[in-house]
């Protein structure tokens, strides 16, 4: 595609911009400041627009069309969020300034922290990690201190299930944990045999994501928090999931001691190209004291306005800083707004619309797909991509072949747990008809396999790139394709 490059439009003298004539006195510049060459495209403003227009135009995103990207919670996110983001008064504020100039911000970050508390049923929180990886580390980190303060620095192990997305042994492996990994059982809940025989005196935490991987509520979780409690272990809960939870069941209340967020999924944020995320951190009663500081307290003072005043406090046995200043503060705009809009009864439908939608799906896939875990899904559902008999097929080649009818694919190939994963996550803000018409997809597919397996193998067919080398793709990205070549070293 070589004529994708601004730079290949480019043409001595054409221009898109007209500066004014200058009000202040011309002066030369030092020599040694001057670059020989300025190598910038030159190109009018209609082949700018249209150029990056059309650039926007071979990606694909929720705005385009149905993003059932498993775990990553791909639901439409409402405009209104970006325009309360945008205004003046929350963007262009400075986090340096003086608490008095920003009660409103503060006011902002105090509510978010109260609505996420009582949403996952949490004694205190913090909005400074970055995204949910940053969150488990947060967590992680409150599970080492709270164990070291507590005199039993010999707690060095930490149980995750086999279905756990991999930042949860990443977290737990580079906070200095032994990890240990806690199989499954037959309906695809924690193996609660399994479970016991780690609970000992080296026990400091175990992570549990509620619903799992496989889109399932555990059916065990307060079992599964009492062994953990009572052999002097803290759980940790993996909140990528909340969208399924939300206004129905409190982690905190089936025994969740901490828990990230993911702002950027079950609130409803833009996300899928590398950040901003967001990921606040819940803790029960007595992990609040060990909170990374600042968190923006409320003062109440006498001073005849209702407001109260807020300001920041470092809790007692803080683990001290996860981020720069505060976090990333328009990720909190976003999700208050998204919360403010909604409202109780509006979050809890948001999780009630999710766990119809992919049990719906689920039903018109299931018999075609193979389902590993046939039982009531949560927001989302894993299945097969092969058949036996078929054998060069592969979740790879349905996944690619999707593309070709319009879809994003699913995750595939995780949870690790389950042969050729399809991981199905069609999200709250998707209608009925969007839900048809991928289930017909994934039918014709299911068919294409047996009487024209070369179809799938070939796709993606009419996407601007045809089927890359995933690998070499991830690998040796190729970020500076507006240079021409002999800039692009
Ligand atoms: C997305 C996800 C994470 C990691 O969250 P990031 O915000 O991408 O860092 C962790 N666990 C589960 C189950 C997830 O789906």
Wanted: charged share 20%; proline share 7%; glycine share 10%.
């Amino acid at each position: 595609m070589a004529e994708t490059t601004i730079y290949d439009k480019s043409s001595p003298g054409r221009r898109g911009v007209r500066f004014p004539q200058p009000d202040v006195p011309l002066t030369k510049l030092p020599e040694s400041l001057m670059r020989k060459e300025l190598p910038l495209p030159e190109v009018s403003e209609n082949e700018v627009v249209r150029h990056f227009t059309r650039l926007s135009q071979l990606n694909y995103g929720v705005d385009i069309g149905f993003y059932p990207l498993g775990s990553c919670t791909m639901k439409y996110n409402p405009k209104v969020n970006e325009a309360a983001a945008r205004l003046p008064g929350f963007a262009l504020i400075h986090p340096l300034q003086p608490v008095d100039t920003v009660q409103g911000a503060l006011h902002l970050m105090y509510e978010l922290q109260e609505h996420l508390k009582e949403i996952g049923g949490f004694a205190g929180m913090t909005l400074q990690p970055a995204a949910g990886a940053h969150g488990e580390l947060t967590g992680v980190l409150i599970i080492k201190k709270f164990h070291e303060v507590n005199g039993e620095p010999q707690r060095n192990k930490i149980l995750i299930p086999d279905s756990a997305h991999g930042t949860n042994p990443a977290t737990s492996a580079m906070s200095g944990f032994k990890v240990v990994e806690i199989p499954s059982d037959g309906r695809g809940n924690v193996d609660l045999e399994a479970l016991r025989a780690e609970c000992d005196e080296t026990l400091a935490g175990f992570m549990l994501t509620n619903p799992n991987t496989l889109g399932l509520f555990d059916e065990n979780v307060c079992d599964i928090s009492a062994l953990v409690h009572e052999a002097g272990g803290l759980m940790y809960g993996d909140g990528a999931n909340m969208n399924a939870l939300l206004g129905i069941a409190k982690p905190g209340e089936f025994g969740v001691d901490i828990m990230h967020y993911n702002l950027h999924k079950t609130f409803s944020t833009p996300h899928g190209g590398g950040g901003p995320g967001s990921g606040p951190v819940g803790v029960c009663e007595r992990l609040v004291d060990f909170l990374p500081g600042p968190v923006v307290v409320a003062e109440t003072i006498d001073d005849g306005f209702e407001m109260p005043f807020y300001r920041f406090d470092v809790p007692k046995y803080s683990i001290g800083r996860m981020k720069a200043f505060h976090g990333h503060f328009g990720m909190m705009v976003r999700a208050y707004a998204y919360i403010l809009a909604h409202g109780a009864e509006g979050l809890r439908e948001v999780s009630e619309y999710a766990v119809l939608n992919a049990n719906y799906l689920m039903h018109k896939l299931k018999g075609v797909y193979k389902l590993p875990y046939d039982r009531v899904c949560m927001h989302e559902f894993v299945i097969e991509g092969r058949w036996s008999g078929i054998e060069d097929i592969h979740a790879l080649d349905i996944s690619k072949r999707l593309m070709d009818y319009g879809f994003h694919p699913p995750t595939n190939y995780f949870p690790l747990i389950v042969r050729e994963a399809l991981m199905i996550e069609p999200t709250e803000t998707e209608s009925i008809e969007t839900l048809d018409a991928f289930a017909e997809a994934m039918l014709r597919i299911a068919e294409e396999a047996k009487t024209n397996p070369e179809i799938l193998h070939e796709a993606p067919h009419n996407t601007p790139i045809g089927r890359l080398d995933e690998v070499q793709a991830a690998k040796n990205l190729i970020l500076c394709c507006g240079l021409p070549t002999q800039y692009a070293e």
